[in-house]
């Protein structure tokens, strides 16, 4: 499972503990590890953080340390040991880590390994979330499942699934390019609704056109495509919908 925290709260020791197994400019080892209960004051659910040589590198997972100390009491014995692997990668002139966490009992099947390293930092993130997705489509449009292959071909626009548009939504985003990053979200919406199947369009690309019309100050654009949204949407699925409600605000 992979931890939280190796990122921000625990970046720090995560460093430290790279440099302790000798590899300060990043690269993956495997080490026991021991989970420690963190006590209940000021907490409603339990937290249990991961150690390693002394070092907290990290937490499991809310539901997670809810399966593994639901009375969030000590852990001892058995119930406490477990195995981390670890990746770390330069950036700038830090390492960012990242990191899995499993019991100790019995071999472990890790996600990663030499010939499949792990995504570190965030632009490999982003690479192999996008992969990810292209793979799924590209996928369903080859299976043997004639019905999910048409439902996948209706979200096609261009030759492109909208689900693929995501991480390129995001990027011209983040590089100002607005009017382009515009136009593809309405092609995305378009593929949302022709892929909705009676249920509602996926909504984060209508919301992120919304957004932006918000930025270039279009209000009229921007209760449009919300409105556009809410028409293909079931009755029933509008109110209390994040677009409803942004719509609401607009309109009140």
Known sequence: MKMAGTTTSTADECRHLFR???LPEGGHFEAPATLVAMGTEGREQPVVAVHVEGARVGFLPGYLAAQVNPENRPLLGLAA????????????DGLRVIGWVAPSQGPVAWPHDDNNPAAVTVEDQRAEAHASRTGMVREALEGDDPRRAEQFERGLVGGVHYLETIEPIKQLKRDGKLEEALELCYAAVEGAESARDGREPAPWYTEQAAIIHRKRGERAE??????????ACPPERRAGSKLQGRLDKLEG
Request: glycine fraction near 16%; avoid cysteine; charge should be positive.
């Open 81 to 92: 040991e477990a195995r981390v692997q670890m990746w770390g990668a330069g950036v700038g």
């Open 222 to 231: 921007e209760v449009a495509v919300l409105r556009r949204w809410l028409k």
């Open 20 to 22: 302790f197994f000798g």
